[in-house]
């Protein structure tokens, strides 16, 4: 039941909205102003229809399924707004989302709920391929996924506010980064000769740049300035089940970069875009016509995949561990740090949007450069023990 309140010349509607997992009711309201002129027969007419007009539109919002908001959600909005990539995964998420809140009213999804469903997500067996719980990142995934829906809600004035953002997620347990020796990283660069030369390359500028994989394949040869040295990031290659390869911008605006490379790297990539034209003018029609530097045999964009199967089976060749590619990144980092790197350097070359996340990244790594640093203050600058006088 609608209560009206006459504040001036304007009348305030109010409505109950629900209660919260505390007991206390919510509320929505709304403020209607008549028009200049109306009469006061004319206004309660148009008061009373804006009064059902309110209550049947709260009553709608009420009687609204999560799993039906979330659908339109998924399908009129979150393609305008979200990355290829993490629509897909949201849409991957609906499965055990739907089955634990989809059947509830909007103004039931309470805080209490949806914290006993990410919860759960914490628990033995929720991983079905390790019979183990889901990882807190994995849950966070969960809990973003419902706080995105909720917070259209909120913006539509279907709920009065999101419960999803005093929800928490059990915290990670930092796990310490697989990172290639210097010395294992010499011996990956020192048997790339008997291997094809778009992998060469690849290793070679993920070593030396630190580019993540999606920016690699991304590169286009307009990107490479032989003249200056420098190669610029604009672009992520990408890959859902549902688009394939496609392409798509950086993960941040800080990840539009320009980074300086020594001038052996341009050699290996002078002699690889040598052999492309070759290929390019020996396939004729069938080329592709595609400025990437890398690419399938006839100039399509490479998969996603293609570079880590490449790596799993030349580092089973040489006997050393596949860590990945995005270790090369982490190989990066750590090399510029212990060069003596400020964190803004860092966190520039690595296209971090802030130099926070490179810090609780590489925390340990410039730890350890700042202790080494305070020895050889130390050294430097040798200070004799106190001498203790006798009492």
């Known amino acids: 039941m609608a209560t009206v309140q006459k504040r001036g010349k304007s009348y305030r509607i109010r409505v109950s909205d629900g209660y ?56 009129d909005y979150a393609p305008q707004h979200l990355r290829p990539r993490t ?21 039931k999804v309470t805080a209490k709920r949806i914290q006993e469903f990410i919860s759960s997500l914490g628990k033995p067996g929720s991983n079905k391929k390790t019979g183990g719980p889901l990882s807190p990142k994995t849950q966070g995934h969960y809990l973003t996924f419902v706080s995105d829906v909720l ?14 953002k005093r929800v928490q997620v059990s915290k990670a347990k930092p796990k310490e980064k697989q990172v290639y020796t210097l010395e294992q990283a ?3 660069l020192d048997n790339l000769s008997g291997e094809s030369l778009w992998f060469q390359v690849f290793v070679i500028l993920a070593i030396y740049s630190g580019f993540r994989r999606g920016e690699l394949l991304g590169l286009e040869w307009k990107d490479i300035d032989f003249a200056t040295g420098v190669v610029t990031v604009r672009r992520s290659s990408l890959y859902t089940k549902a688009q394939g390869t496609f392409t798509d ?27 492309q034209r070759k290929t390019r003018l020996a396939l ?24 880590y199967s490449a790596l799993r089976r030349y580092c089973a060749k040489i006997g050393l561990p596949n860590l990945g590619i995005h270790s090369f990144r982490h190989l990066n980092a750590s090399l510029l740090i ?18 926070s996340t490179t810090l609780n990244i590489y925390a340990h790594t410039f730890a350890a450069v700042q202790a080494q640093a305070a ?17």
């Open 20 to 75: 919260t997992a505390a007991g206390k009711q919510v509320t929505r309201s709304m403020t209607w102003t008549p028009d200049p002129g109306m009469t006061a027969r004319q206004i309660e007419k148009e008061l009373q229809r804006q009064i059902v007009q309110f209550e049947d539109g709260n009553k709608k919002a009420a009687s609204l399924k999560f799993e039906s908001l979330a659908a339109e959600w998924l399908t």
């Open 87 to 107: 629509l897909a995964l949201y849409n991957s998420l609906t499965g055990r989302t739907y089955a634990a809140l989809g059947h509830l009213r909007i103004d």
């Open 151 to 164: 917070d259209y809600a909120e913006r539509l004035d279907i709920i009065s506010d999101n419960p999803a």
């Open 186 to 188: 010499q011996t990956i």
């Open 249 to 275: 911008t950086t993960k941040t605006e800080g990840s539009q970069r320009a980074l300086k490379l020594p001038a052996v790297v341009f050699e290996y990539l002078k002699a690889y875009r040598a052999q």
């Open 284 to 307: 004729g029609d069938k080329w592709h016509q595609c400025d990437r530097l890398f690419t399938t045999w006839d100039g399509h964009p490479m998969s996603t995949n293609a570079p």
């Open 338 to 355: 212990t060069s003596g790197a400020d964190v803004r350097t860092v966190s520039a070359a690595l296209g971090h949007s802030q130099t």
């Open 375 to 391: 020895d050889a203050l130390a050294d430097a600058l040798p200070l004799a023990s106190p001498k203790h006088k006798k009492a």
